[in-house]
Each structure stands twice: as structure tokens, then as C-alpha cells.
């Protein structure tokens, strides 16, 4: 039962992007397509995941351990972006399409601070790592049902007649606010 309140919390209640606002910069950024959007999703949740076990190994036998917690923050960024790098090269040699269509936002993931924020509200909710791993999880999968809802949104709105001063980034963001607005329903569900 425990799981199930991680799971429907992140993704629905807490949604990282839309309730915390962290990761902004690409649920923008790579949102103008749901076939981008996807494979950006799918990126940072392999980062996400792989982040927070490692950051909470690190946390919990390195960090506390010797007592130098206050290299929390730094030691975490370093991990995030050697894993960002280990996607990108991966990315690379298997899907060559999908890097190209995710271009210089696949390096943005290193300063996603999705991935940062995840990974250090793991280790302050006193999660144990299995907790921390679902908790990965559904906050990538939340990351990534904003950023195809809002993908797809977004196409739908390129079809549609707007005001020549509300055009791209503008109809965008009252998008985004509105979606935000939506999933503020689901406060106190859990």
C-alpha cells in the first residue's frame, strides 16, 4: 500500500513538473513534438532512475559514513552528469534519429534539475532504496505524462487559428499553466 501512495503521489499529486516546477526547461524546451517528448521522457527516466540509486548508495556508504555530507549537492551533480553522458552515447549508437531530434536538450538533462531534485527528495524523505527506486520511477513516469500531454496539446494548438501576439511561447505557457491548473485537482488524493 505504502508503494501505491509513492506511485499515485509522484506522478499525479506531486508531479514534478507541474506541481514542484522543477525540470521546466525541457518540458518546454522538447515538447513541440509527442515523438520527442517520448524519447526525452524516456531518457530522463533511465537517468532519473539510475541517479537516485546511485546518489543514494553514495548517500548512505560514502557520504554519511565519513561525515562529509555537505558534498551532497556536488557529488550528486557529478553522477548525474556522467550518466548523461553515458545516455547520450548510447543514444547515439542505437537510435542516431532520436539524437538528432533531441539535439542539444539531451545535454540539458546534466542540469535538469528534475533529476537533481529527485534524486535529493529521495534521500530527505528517508527512503529506503526500494522506495527511492519507485519513487524514480513515478516521478519519471509524472515527468513524462506532463511532457506528453503538453506535446500533444501543443501540436493540436500548431492546427488551430491563435491571436498573432499569443503564437508559440506565449499560447504555450497558458497551456502549461492550465494543465498545472488540472492537475492541482488532484491535491489531497493521497
Given amino acids: 500500500m505504502e508503494y501505491i501512495i509513492i506511485i499515485i503521489s509522484a506522478i499525479f499529486v506531486n508531479n514534478i513538473v507541474l506541481a514542484q516546477f522543477l525540470g521546466i526547461c525541457p518540458f518546454v524546451g522538447v515538447s513541440g513534438k509527442i515523438s520527442t517528448s517520448v524519447g526525452m521522457s524516456g531518457a530522463v527516466m533511465f537517468v532519473m532512475t539510475i541517479a537516485t540509486i546511485v546518489t543514494w548508495l553514495i548517500q548512505y556508504y560514502v557520504l554519511i559514513p565519513l561525515s562529509i555530507g555537505f558534498l551532497q549537492t556536488i557529488t550528486f551533480i557529478l553522477v548525474i552528469a556522467s550518466l548523461v553522458q553515458m545516455v547520450e552515447i548510447i543514444l547515439k549508437k542505437?537510435?542516431?534519429?532520436?539524437?538528432?531530434?533531441?539535439?542539444?536538450?539531451?545535454?540539458?538533462?546534466?542540469?535538469?534539475?528534475a533529476v537533481l531534485g529527485v534524486a535529493i527528495l529521495a534521500i530527505q524523505k528517508?527512503?529506503?532504496?526500494?522506495?527511492?527506486?519507485?519513487?524514480?520511477i513515478?516521478?519519471?513516469?509524472?515527468?513524462?505524462?506532463?511532457?506528453?500531454?503538453?506535446?500533444?496539446?501543443?501540436?493540436?494548438?500548431?492546427?488551430?487559428?491563435?491571436?498573432?501576439?499569443?503564437?508559440?511561447?506565449?499560447?504555450?505557457?497558458?497551456?502549461?499553466?492550465?494543465?498545472?491548473?488540472?492537475?492541482?485537482?488532484?491535491?489531497?488524493?493521497?
Fill in 94 to 113: 542505437v537510435s542516431p534519429p532520436l539524437y538528432a531530434a533531441l539535439g542539444v536538450f539531451l545535454p540539458l538533462i546534466t542540469t535538469n534539475c
Fill in 126 to 136: 528517508e527512503f529506503n532504496l526500494m522506495e527511492g527506486v519507485v519513487y524514480a
Fill in 138 to 190: 513515478a516521478s519519471a513516469v509524472g515527468f513524462g505524462l506532463a511532457m506528453v500531454l503538453f506535446a500533444g496539446l501543443r501540436e493540436h494548438m500548431d492546427l488551430m487559428e491563435a491571436p498573432k501576439g499569443m503564437k508559440g511561447v506565449p499560447i504555450a505557457l497558458v497551456m502549461a499553466g492550465i494543465l498545472a491548473l488540472a492537475f492541482m485537482g488532484f491535491t489531497g488524493m493521497v
